[in-house]
């Protein structure tokens, strides 16, 4: 008997047509041989996928099956790093469908895709599913919403939440790009996704390419967690969605470690151009075996973060080449104190004949440890108060002038006079990352900020285009 239309779908169309002819039918027969449509399965009733490339349908790869395989096993909960172009969302948007056609299961339950800030994504992800489906099939559709035999499937943008928080019984969730949501917004994701666990017992799929070495990805993997933990580069996809033409031709970009090779690099940013970068590093390996100079000038930069790392470097002026190469980097977490911080450069500093600091004034309380411990004055109201000639410890005002300091750094960074070893992959990371507006660096965009923060402070005193 046909069941009753549910009231929460108040505006269904009369006109779908029965989802009949899915039921029972497996999600995909696995005879990768054949194409075209036919009746034997979801993936051959509503057609195999398209390459975007070539416009040929193609089948279901081995590491689908791996994935299908633990569905079928009862595993609830996936996170998959993976390389772009695999075809792993098109998966699981066919999946989810199925299970919607397959039996009435899931009728009058909901199914959630959670995308990125912008809700462009979400809206594609539901055209793909509509073009997937046939629109005869659909029992009503949006750009962000799709009904099909009374399961609702929405999407919803990492920064509008509400709604997604209040859902009553979401049975399958999948995070799209879910590691390139914005850092304000990945725990909070997290936070209400997970919590529908002991609500509605849902499917929780995590995908994306990596992106930054600290975000979401980067700690699940980190961590034991209750999710079934897949790693798919681009090696699984040889011969099937990529040639390897393809491949050798994408291993130029800089991009391709992050984009194909499962490797936390964050997306390339707009400040600093791979040629520079590169050449500051070539530089960098190329003086790195020189001594230590203790008769010239030595700037160190410090950037406190205590809810993060606060990072420290020091570099040496080259009086001959006239370079500022980076010879010292450490680390201190948040579980280290300001006195910890303080005590630490100060023993660095007996280390060295000149060496200044030059640390944001923003932070006087570790300044004035700093001072104390160095017999300086510590009554300065301002940082242009202390002068740079008679002092060890420089406030500087980084909030008036953060912009002039990345273009100064920028300037010396792309005029070769800034060397940095490979080993320093901290502040590499930085400026690879770097995103600038008009100067202003975009932080959260920025991976490792603090530690592209201490190259700006410790070159200020590097005036260009001068003799040192």
């Not at 509503?46 to 395989?69: H, M, N, Q, R, W």
């Not at 098109?90 to 199914?111: P, S």
């Not at 030595?298 to 406190?304: E, L, S």
């Not at 280290?336 to 660095?348: F, K």
Request: aromatic share 12%; charged share 25%; glycine share 6%.
């Amino acid at each position: 008997m046909q069941a009753p239309v549910p009231t929460i779908y108040p505006y269904l169309r009369p006109t779908a047509q029965q989802t009949s002819i899915f039921t029972n039918k497996l999600f995909y027969c696995w005879n990768t041989e054949k194409l075209g449509k036919d009746n034997c399965c979801f993936n051959h009733i509503v057609g195999l996928p398209v390459s975007e490339k070539t416009k040929l349908e193609l089948p279901l790869f081995d590491y689908e099956a791996e994935i299908e395989s633990l569905l079928q096993q009862g595993i609830k909960y996936l996170w998959i790093k993976k390389a772009t172009g695999l075809g792993i969302s098109e998966f699981f948007l066919r999946y989810m469908l199925w299970l919607c056609v397959c039996n009435n299961k899931y009728r009058n339950t909901q199914m959630c895709l959670v995308v990125g800030p912008n809700i462009d994504l979400g809206i594609k992800l539901i055209k793909r599913m509509k073009n997937i489906i046939g629109l005869d099939y659909l029992q009503s559709y949006t750009q962000t919403q799709l009904t099909v035999n009374y399961v609702d499937i929405q999407c919803y943008p990492s920064n509008h939440l509400d709604a997604y928080r209040s859902l009553t019984a979401p049975k399958f969730i999948l995070l799209d790009e879910s590691d390139f949501f914005k850092e304000s917004e990945q725990q909070d994701v997290r936070d209400i996704t997970e919590r529908y666990i002991a609500k509605s017992q849902p499917h929780i799929v995590m995908v994306s390419t990596p992106n930054r070495p600290d975000g979401l990805f980067a700690t699940m993997e980190k961590e034991k967690s209750f999710y079934h933990k897949l790693y798919f580069d681009y090696t699984r996809g040889l011969g099937k969605i990529y040639t390897e033409a393809e491949i050798q031709e994408a291993k130029a970009s800089p991009g391709f470690e992050r984009e194909y090779n499962l490797k936390y690099l964050g997306k390339i940013g707009n400040v600093f151009s791979p040629s520079i970068i590169d050449n500051a590093i070539r530089l960098g390996d190329n003086l790195a075996s020189i001594p230590i100079n203790q008769y010239t000038h030595h700037f160190g930069g410090v950037d406190p973060g205590f809810s993060k790392i606060t990072p420290i470097y020091i570099g040496e002026l080259d009086k001959e080449r006239r370079i500022i190469r980076i010879i010292h980097y450490e680390g201190f977490d948040n579980k280290s104190t300001p006195e910890d911080i303080s005590n630490r450069i100060h023993q660095i500093h007996t280390q060295y004949i000149n060496l200044k600091w030059f640390i944001d004034g923003s932070n006087r309380g570790l300044i004035n440890q700093l001072k104390t411990k160095f017999n300086e004055w510590i009554n300065w109201q301002k940082p242009e108060d202390v002068q740079p000639n008679t002092n060890r410890i420089i406030p500087v005002n980084f909030v008036g002038n953060h912009r002039k300091m990345l273009e100064h750094t920028h300037l010396l960074v792309a005029s070769g006079k800034v060397a940095i070893p490979a080993k320093y992959d901290r502040l590499i990371t930085a400026l690879r990352t770097a995103q600038a507006k008009e100067w202003n660096l975009l932080k959260e965009d920025t991976v490792n900020d603090d530690d592209l923060d201490c190259l700006r402070l410790l070159l200020i005193a590097v005036n260009y285009g001068k003799k040192q």
